[in-house]
Antibody, heavy 119, light 107 residues
């Protein structure tokens, strides 16, 4: 069965960086990619970035262009999202989710990773 | 960038009611529109993709329609387990923006 397993909760200080992992299993990753989506407490879903399994196609939301790096290790089927220069309003649950390259609606989601930014 | 606007932002209805949620794109997106359901405290789930195709396992009381700029999600007969926030998302091209969400409650 398709599964996206994310790394555990993180607590970071303002200005630090966080790197979250998302390990895919139960499907062949070729022709699929991963989107990263976040949700602040009490807020809506915010799309952040997209990466294909071969790292060839990477897209970012304008808000995250300078602070987010996404990478995929195809050998371990693990995708990473690094967010730098953390601010308190980056406190959120971060989700990875799978989509087909040609039409990336998100059919499977990871369990979410809570990142808390606090001094 | 294309903006996605959902309405209403919240609604309250009775069990058995028919509900319609609207999602409007600021520019045409063809049928590259998905709907997600997020129950309280849970991970979002895909309901509908390609504007009107039901994802596997989704009850048939959910349906989607529209193309271009105007889309709707309909629940034909509201059930207690449908209490959730519903989001639309465009995916014709990046950024794959979400709508602001519609919170559905039971009267």
């Amino acid at each position: 069965q398709v599964k996206l397993e994310q790394s555990g909760a993180e607590v970071k200080k303002p200005g630090a960086s966080v790197k979250i992992s998302c390990k895919a299993s139960g499907y062949i990753v070729t022709n699929y990619g991963i989107s990263w989506v976040r949700q602040a407490p009490g807020g809506g879903l915010e799309w952040m970035a997209w990466i294909t399994s071969d790292n060839a196609n990477i897209k970012h939301a304008q808000n995250f262009l300078d602070r987010v790096t996404v990478t995929t290790d195809k050998t371990t089927t693990t995708t990473y999202m690094e967010l730098r220069s953390l601010r308190p309003n980056d406190t959120a649950i971060y989700y990875c989710a799978r989509g087909i390259e040609v039409a990336p609606d998100l059919d499977y989601w990871g369990q979410g990773t809570l990142v808390t930014v606090s001094s | 960038d294309i903006q996605m606007t959902q309405s209403p932002s919240s609604l309250s209805a009775s069990v058995g009611d028919r509900l319609t949620i609207t999602c409007r794109a600021s520019q045409g997106i063809g049928n590259y529109l998905a709907w997600y359901q997020q129950e309280p405290g849970k991970v979002p789930k895909l309901l509908i993709y390609a504007a009107s195709t039901l994802h596997s396992g989704v009850p048939s009381r959910f349906s989607g329609s529209g193309s271009g700029t105007d889309f709707t999600l309909t629940i034909s007969s509201l059930q207690p387990e449908d209490v959730a926030t519903y989001y639309c998302q465009k995916y014709n091209s990046a950024p794959y923006t979400f709508g602001g969400g519609t919170k559905v409650e039971i009267k």
